[in-house]
Nanobody, 125 residues
């Protein structure tokens, strides 16, 4: 069983930065692809970023490219999402998720097996 716990969300102003963390239990972490997704009120959950097992391959949604950076520390079983230049449209609940056996660039939420409970990010204008 794998448990994921997100942290680092909060209320910030437009242009500010936040770093989200996703801490995972279980020994399989280093063999998994990790993704960040977000869901705003009344909207579908959308892909934000993903990172391959070693961290060598990252994928970003166009809406966050150049502003968000995903990274991982397998020794700490943790994945990070550094967010800079936050905009009000980034307001959402952010979730991390794990998958394996689906390739190294996984952007579809349906391909992920385990999910965290989410952390709220609110960006005021």
């Amino acid at each position: 069983q794998v448990h994921l716990v997100e942290s680092g969300g909060g209320l910030v102003q437009a242009g500010d930065s936040l770093r989200l963390s996703c801490a995972a239990s279980g020994r399989i972490f280093s063999s998994t692809v990790v993704g960040w997704f977000r869901q705003a009120p009344g909207k579908e959950r959308e892909f934000v970023a993903s990172i391959s097992t070693s961290g060598g391959i990252t994928v970003y949604a166009d809406s966050v490219k150049g502003r968000f950076t995903i990274s991982r520390d397998n020794a700490k079983n943790t994945v990070y999402l550094q967010m800079v230049g936050l905009k009000p449209e980034d307001t959402a609940v952010y979730y991390c998720a794990l998958t394996w056996g689906r390739g190294l660039r996984v952007t579809s939420s349906g391909e992920y097996f385990y999910w965290g409970q989410g952390t709220q990010v609110t960006v005021s204008s």
